[in-house]
């Protein structure tokens, strides 16, 4: 165990090649399996999205699948900002834009609906107003 530790240690383009040879044979098994996970477990998936999002852009804080159904049962099931139901589908919302220097943690989190969520982008919050029966509009300063 511990000799194979140090291969891999001492070794790092083998492994990195045998493990893009063993995806590239197994694609479409491993696609499967992470699609049929995604289905079985959306909380759990958006919560890992969101984490995997956060990592690459360097955010501090952390959310679990418990908190984005605390979030719901909060919002009572609606958008956060038009209010529509949720229960077609929902966004992960960062309330201040992981862009903008926002956190992952759950304080900054909202539920939103796709319409909302996609219309705000990296917006501030007061520089973004909810949809209008289909229709999205801006604030103006």
Not at 34 to 61: F, V, Y
């Amino acid at each position: 165990m511990a000799r194979a530790r140090e291969w891999k240690r001492n070794n790092p383009d083998k492994v990195l090649a045998s493990q893009r040879r063993k995806y590239a044979e197994n694609n479409a098994a491993i696609s499967a399996r992470r699609t049929n996970w995604r289905k079985q477990d959306p909380e759990r998936a958006r919560a890992q999205s969101l984490k995997e999002k956060s990592r690459r852009r360097n955010a501090l804080g952390s959310h679990t699948k418990e908190d984005l159904a605390e979030l719901y049962a909060e919002q009572r099931g609606t958008c956060f900002y038009c209010r529509r139901s949720l229960k077609a589908g929902y966004h992960v919302d960062h309330y201040i834009a992981l862009a903008k220097g926002g956190t992952n943690d759950r304080e900054n989190l909202r539920l939103a609906c796709p319409s909302c969520n996609c219309s705000k982008q990296a917006k501030l919050p007061q520089d973004f107003a909810p949809c209008q029966q289909g229709a999205h509009w801006r604030i103006s300063p």
